[in-house]
């Protein structure tokens, strides 16, 4: 069993930062490409940022030099550093990682979510 709590969400002016955590726990062997998605309202569940073990990023264009993403491979945990929020960036974040677990097999595992609001 594999578990990935996200943590950090919360209303943010516009202008204002957030850090949002990840944490994976279970019975995990190997950690791949960790990521984060956003859905807002009405719209499609969109990739914002993700990162392989090895530390190389992939963003979506419209974050590119806003947001930040990193990993810490001894916690388990993926972080996205959020900077010059805009409302448009309203939505909830979805924690995403791809995890071998001891079991041998490979799977996409999700985070519950949370609620990134901008507003003022």
């Known amino acids: 069993q594999v578990q990935l709590v996200e943590s950090g969400g919360g209303l943010v002016q516009p202008g204002g930062s957030l850090r949002l955590s990840c944490a994976a726990s279970?019975?995990?062997?190997?950690?791949?490409?960790m990521g984060w998605y956003r859905q807002a309202p009405g719209k499609q569940r969109e990739l914002v940022a993700d990162?392989?073990?090895?530390?190389?990023?992939n963003y979506a264009g419209s974050v590119k030099g806003q947001f930040t993403i990193s990993r810490d491979n001894a916690k388990n945990t993926v972080y996205l550093q959020m900077t010059s929020l805009k409302p448009e960036d309203t939505a909830v974040y979805y924690c995403?990682?791809?995890?071998?677990?001891?079991?041998?097999?490979?799977?996409?595992?999700w985070g519950q979510g949370t609620q990134v609001t901008v507003s003022s």
């Open positions: 279970g019975s995990i062997a190997n950690i791949y490409t």
């Open positions: 990162i392989t073990s090895g530390g190389s990023t």
């Open positions: 995403n990682a791809y995890i071998r677990v001891v079991a041998g097999s490979r799977l996409d595992y």
